[in-house]
């Protein structure tokens, strides 16, 4: 892998994303069917936030859940929004942004 390579030769093309309105049940359910941790928030075209499993797991017993289960707790994620889990401080960086550019952020 190029260091010099914009980081848009690696990163993930087809995102899934939640809108601020969805619901934490809805992004539960995307967690586990696509096999993911992190999904970022969105506003039209905008990044306004990223929510993770972990968040989830802060305020729920999600961990709890058979990953074949269906069935959620709905009872505590009505209790909060997205806007309220979501981390709102994020980084972002352009498709042009190097790979070693990102690392360094990321380190």
Known sequence: MKKRAPVS???TK????????DDLETAEKLFKQ???????VVTGE?????????DLLRISFADAVNDEETEVDTVVYNMFSIDQVMTKNIVTVNSDT???????ILS
């Open 98 to 104: 190097t790979i070693k550019d990102v690392a360094e």
């Open 34 to 40: 696509h096999h993911i941790r992190h999904i970022p």
């Open 9 to 11: 030769t690696i990163m």
């Open 14 to 21: 087809n995102i899934i994303a939640l809108n601020r309105t």
């Open 46 to 54: 905008v990044i306004i936030g990223m929510l993770s499993y972990t």
